[in-house]
């Protein structure tokens, strides 16, 4: 399986500090993607980076990649107690079987005011 | 608000109920997917329609039935449920099926309870 898993499963912060959150993979993809997901609600789209990017921003969002070791970081800077969310990498293989959006199981961060 | 609306929000059934589940959305889209969601595990991606054309079902019990009257509105009907089956049921809406490149867009999910 291509899916992605997200590491640590839950982050602690304190408001202004800085979020980094990281996703492993198994098998090459065509792109991944960021989601938010607030308590109960459905998921957000933050950022998609493609196999051919190494780092992509938007806003207090930063990601990279890295294809040689299958791994994705979401860095979140100025963290803010709005933050506060799961957090979940998906992947979309680079062949037929695999093409489909494969989600993780997601990172709870829980940003303290 | 995402462009992607669900109703109902909430849902409690017994298991002999017949219910359910509808997805509408208002961006355009030609493709929208159901999901099941269940509490410390993956997103379980459970069907997909490409221009109201069913493709995939991702072995799914027969007990969920999904139908696409148009590119705008997904149903998931919904019988003889288990208590297993309650989950957040996420419906999600994008431009195309292109190899899962698109962004998606999900609603707001409806919260199902199987008692």
């Known amino acids: 399986s291509q899916q992605g898993e997200e590491d640590p499963q839950a982050l602690s912060i304190q408001e202004g500090e800085n979020a980094t959150m990281n996703c492993s993979y198994k098998?090459?993809?065509?792109?991944l993607q960021w989601y938010r997901q607030n308590s109960g609600r459905g998921l957000v789209h933050l950022i998609l980076?493609?196999?051919?990017?190494r780092e992509k921003h938007s806003g207090r969002l930063r990601v990279t990649l890295d294809t040689s070791k299958k791994s994705s970081s979401l860095l979140i800077t100025a963290s803010r107690a709005a933050d506060t969310a799961s957090y979940f990498c998906?992947?979309?293989?680079?062949?037929?079987?695999?093409?489909?959006?494969?989600f993780g199981k997601g990172i709870t961060l829980s940003v303290r005011p | 608000e995402t462009g992607v609306t669900q109703t109902p929000r909430h849902l409690v059934m017994g298991m002999t109920n017949k219910k359910s589940l509808k997805c509408e959305q208002h961006?355009?889209?030609?493709?929208m997917y159901w999901y099941k969601q269940s509490a410390k595990k993956p997103l379980e991606l459970m069907f997909v329609?490409?221009?109201?054309?069913?493709?995939e079902n991702n072995s799914v019990p027969s007990r969920f039935s999904p139908e696409c009257p148009n590119s705008s509105h997904l149903f998931l009907h919904l019988h003889t449920l288990q208590p297993e089956d309650s989950a957040l049921y996420l419906c999600?809406?994008?431009?195309?099926?292109?190899?899962?490149?698109?962004?998606?867009?999900f609603g707001p999910g409806t919260r199902l309870t199987v008692l």
């Open positions: 999600a809406s994008s431009q195309a099926v292109r190899g899962g490149s698109d962004t998606q867009y």
């Open positions: 098998t090459s993809i065509n792109n």
């Open positions: 980076i493609r196999s051919n990017e």
């Open positions: 998906a992947t979309v293989g680079d062949t037929g079987a695999n093409s489909k959006l494969t």
């Open positions: 961006l355009g889209h030609n493709a």
């Open positions: 329609y490409n221009f109201k054309e069913q493709t």
